[in-house]
Nanobody, 125 residues
Framework: QVQLVESGGGLVQAGGSMRLSCAAS????????MGWFRQAPGKEREFVCA????????KYADSVKGRFTISRDNAKNTVYLQVNSLKPEDTAVYYC??????????????????WGQGTQVTVSS
C-alpha cells in the first residue's frame, strides 16, 4: 500500500502561483511514477502532468504546458506541482496518483494504483 497526502492548495488570485505537495508513505516511493490530476465542479477528472520514477521524464497536458512544473524528491518521498500564471479555469480539486509505469497512458488512468484525497485550488478572477 502507498498512502498519498496532498497539501498546499488554497485561494489565489488569477495570475498568482502556488506549490502543491504530495507526500507518500508505505512502499518505496521511487518505484512509482507520479502524476497529478484535477477535477473541476461538474467535470470529469483530467490528467495534468506526470513524472517518471527517477524524475528524468515528464509529461504535461496541453492546457498547463509552460505554466505548471512537476518535480519530485525521492529522498523526501514527495512530488511537487508548481503552478504559475493561474487562471480561473484552473480551479479544481487536485489529486496526486501513483503507478508503476510512466509510459502507459495517463489520460485513461491506466494502471493508476493509488490516489490521494485531493487538495482544493480556487483561482479568483
Amino acid at each position: 500500500q502507498v498512502q498519498l497526502v496532498e497539501s498546499g492548495g488554497g485561494l489565489v488570485q488569477a495570475g498568482g502561483s502556488m506549490r502543491l505537495s504530495c507526500a507518500a508513505s508505505g512502499r518505496t516511493f521511487s518505484n512509482y511514477a507520479m502524476g497529478w490530476f484535477r477535477q473541476a465542479p461538474g467535470k470529469e477528472r483530467e490528467f495534468v502532468c506526470a513524472i517518471s520514477r527517477s524524475g528524468g521524464s515528464t509529461k504535461y497536458a496541453d492546457s498547463v504546458k509552460g505554466r505548471f512544473t512537476i518535480s519530485r524528491d525521492n529522498a523526501k518521498n514527495t512530488v511537487y506541482l508548481q503552478v504559475n500564471s493561474l487562471k480561473p479555469e484552473d480551479t479544481a480539486v487536485y489529486y496526486c496518483a501513483a503507478k508503476t509505469s510512466f509510459y502507459s497512458s495517463w489520460y485513461s488512468f491506466t494502471g493508476v494504483e493509488y490516489w490521494g484525497q485531493g487538495t482544493q485550488v480556487t483561482v479568483s478572477s
